[in-house]
Nanobody, 123 residues
Framework: QVQLVESGGGSVQAGGSLRLSCAAS???????MAWFRKAPGKGREGVAV???????TYGASVKGRFTITKDNAKDTIYLQMNSLTPEDTAMYYC??????????????????WGQGTQVTVSS
């Protein structure tokens, strides 16, 4: 059973930064790990995916501003978010997949989810 616990959300002004954490167990180093977000009235959007070889894919709307990293020793992944805009306001979720490579980009393919952490960006 995979358990995921996000933290680090909050409120920030446009242009600011936040770092989200996702404490995951067990063995995140062997899994596809991802961040998704869901804004009110919108579907889930892929933010970033990292595989067991640290190959990373970013969603188009966050590329160049967000960075996903992984600490296998701590079983934790992070999402550093810079240059935030009000359009980044959403609930952010950490997700895990049972495989470690050829990671899917669709939220429906991920079987393990955290409870989410809210990010609110004001203008």
């Amino acid at each position: 059973q995979v358990q995921l616990v996000e933290s680090g959300g909050g409120s920030v002004q446009a242009g600011g930064s936040l770092r989200l954490s996702c404490a995951a167990s067990p063995f995140i180093g062997r899994r596809c790990m991802a961040w998704f977000r869901k804004a009110p009235g919108k579907g889930r959007e892929g933010v970033a995916v990292i595989d067991n070889a640290d190959t990373i894919t970013y969603g188009a709307s966050v590329k160049g501003r967000f960075t996903i990293t992984k600490d296998n020793a701590k079983d934790t992944i992070y999402l550093q978010m810079n240059s935030l805009t009000p359009e980044d306001t959403a609930m952010y979720y950490c997700a895990a997949h049972h495989q470690g490579a050829s990671c899917p980009n669709a939220a429906n393919d991920y079987g393990y989810w955290g409870q989410g952490t809210q990010v609110t960006v004001s203008s």
